[in-house]
């Protein structure tokens, strides 16, 4: 138990390192004296919306972008250059807040990740499993994402493909609920995440690349994608918010080593940390939730509530 242990120290502070390591080795680069944005207010409330939305299958990042529309985020700097980098250093931002979320995992889904300790040093047969097949899974979202990320940040990163994506993603959330329903298919049913072989790790990743569409939901394309290839929803489910933490840790990181000076020269860091805090705290409470909601009934109303925001969201930037 005490090596156990051990380990599991061991894994939480290379975890970590993944997010604090590179903001640490880029403080030295930061000008100083600049004036900063992000106010607490702005914080808390963006961490809050991440917790809450990161693992529901209604996409963190449409709320994020929409959310830091509506708190005047936006970048009025006249100097070019420097306005582009207030884009980049917020935009950053609205990635690498989902640390907070992902430690919410560590927390939530600690004995998965004991298990993986366990096939990593111990040669534990299904922890070894689990790990690598969360390695075939990141695999597909590290390669088409390392390509396309220019294009993605420059053409997607707005509010009106947001809504597009959450009003398309309502619509197959609903369209897909009626095909099970109509197969008469208990989804609680299926295989478990011990079963999964590695054609199935590798098409959830596949599906998760959907997501790289800001309003489609990472969470959503892999829930439905592990349901279509037979994982029960509890199995699915899991998988997601485990596939999740490793994603969004690279993804955090990336941007952090890319963008991580332009964010400590241009955003308060306390709040940049606050927010993290209430991401985690929201979170927890989020995926607890889920857990038990998804557990005793279906997707069905998140495929309405995307329906209402994505026409709301119109009306209020259409009107």
Known sequence: ??????YWYIFILAFCGAFFGPVFSVIAEVPVNEP????????????????????LPISSTGHLLVTKDLLGMNTTDS???RQATETDAIN???VCIQF????????????RFKKILKGLFQGDADGRRLLINLILALSPAVVIGLILEGPIKKFLFGTYPVIVAWFGGGVAILLISFYFKNQHRD?????????MGPKVAILIGVAQCLAMWPGVSRSLATILGGLFLGLSMK????FSFLLGAVTLTAATAYDVLKHGSDMLAVLEIRSMFLGLLFAFAAAVLSVKWMIHYLNKYGLEIFGYYRIVLALATAWIYLG
């Open 92 to 94: 950053a931002y609205l």
């Open 100 to 111: 907070g979320a992902i430690l919410a995992i560590l927390f939530v889904c600690a004995h």
């Open 1 to 6: 138990m005490k090596s156990d242990r051990k």
């Open 187 to 195: 989804l609680h049913l299926g295989q478990e995440i011990e079963d």
């Open 235 to 238: 199995a699915t489910v899991e």
């Open 79 to 81: 100097d070019i250059a």
């Open 36 to 55: 900063k944005q992000l106010t607490t207010t702005q914080a808390v409330v963006l961490g809050v919306v991440e917790g809450l939305t990161e693992y």
